[in-house]
């Protein structure tokens, strides 16, 4: 009779949490910041078809990190939960408190009783009527949530990003403004390069538009596209003149 290897609890829990950590900083990073006009999501994404960036509902969106197979599966199952819940009560009731709260659940469950845990991790959005009333969600693979303030950083070198967004991010950016300067950011992380000593005066290149998935969610759609729907993805033209004005500025 074969006899199994014991694994203690702690060393069972930090090799899964090693292995999820590693498939997540292979990934490519992503961008989530809240500004004046609403909430910028900005993602490396070559990719025309595997979105990061999601809508979820009314007001409410999703960004991911990981394994596309894993987290596609989980913006799924929030847009079902969203449906039902807005659909059995009132759209009001569908929040990214509630959401977030569904989707810790289940990575945490995932992450102590299944032999893999998901190698993802998530930002949901809600875009409030003013900039006091935005909520980042950061979720990651073992459950863990946190409420962040102004931006989050997710996959790839997202130290490097945070240090130069950091340097360029604010609260009274524009959805343009905040895009710009999260390419840019992004950008010096796929550079792979140092940041010199004059930072402040080194503005690197915008990545490629074709290399970005780009999305808002817009603080007043009823008034700006009269629609309840503050989600709007940003691509082809439109993204390239957007970036281009910041180049040119």
């Known amino acids: 009779m074969t006899q199994q290897f014991y ?3 702690e060393q069972l829990m930090k090799d ?3 292995f999820a950590r590693k498939g997540i900083g292979r990934g490519r990073s992503v961008v989530v910041m809240s500004c004046r006009d609403g909430i910028a999501l900005v993602a490396e994404n070559p990719s025309p078809s595997l979105h990061k960036l999601g809508e979820i509902y009314d007001r409410i969106a999703f960004a991911a990190v990981g394994k596309y197979n894993e987290f ?3 913006r799924q199952a929030g847009v079902r939960y969203a449906d039902v819940r807005g659909y059995s009560y ?4 569908v929040t990214a408190r509630g959401l977030a709260s569904v989707y810790a659940q289940s990575l945490g469950a995932v992450f102590t009783a299944e032999s ?3 190698e993802v991790e998530l930002v949901v959005a809600e875009v409030g009527h003013s900039q006091d009333a935005d909520h980042l969600y950061r979720l990651t693979f073992d459950g863990s949530i946190a409420d962040e303030p ?3 950083v997710m996959g790839g070198a997202a130290d490097s990003v945070v240090d130069a967004l950091r340097n360029s991010w604010s609260a009274d950016l524009s959805l343009p403004e905040a ?4 390419a840019q950011s992004l950008r010096r992380e796929g550079a792979g390069t140092a940041v010199p000593a004059d930072a402040e005066h080194h503005v690197p290149p915008a ?3 074709s290399l970005i998935e780009v999305a808002f969610l817009e603080r007043d759609p009823d008034t700006l596209r009269g629609s309840r729907r503050a989600f709007r993805r940003i691509g082809g033209p439109e993204l390239e003149n957007l970036l281009q004005h910041g180049q040119d500025t």
Request: no cysteine; aromatic share 8%.
């Open 7 to 9: 694994v203690s609890p």
């Open 16 to 18: 899964r949490a090693d």
């Open 72 to 74: 596609e599966s989980l």
């Open 90 to 93: 009132a759209r009001e009731d």
């Open 116 to 118: 893999k845990p998901f």
């Open 150 to 152: 102004g931006f989050v």
């Open 179 to 182: 895009v710009r300067a999260a």
């Open 207 to 209: 990545l490629d538009p």
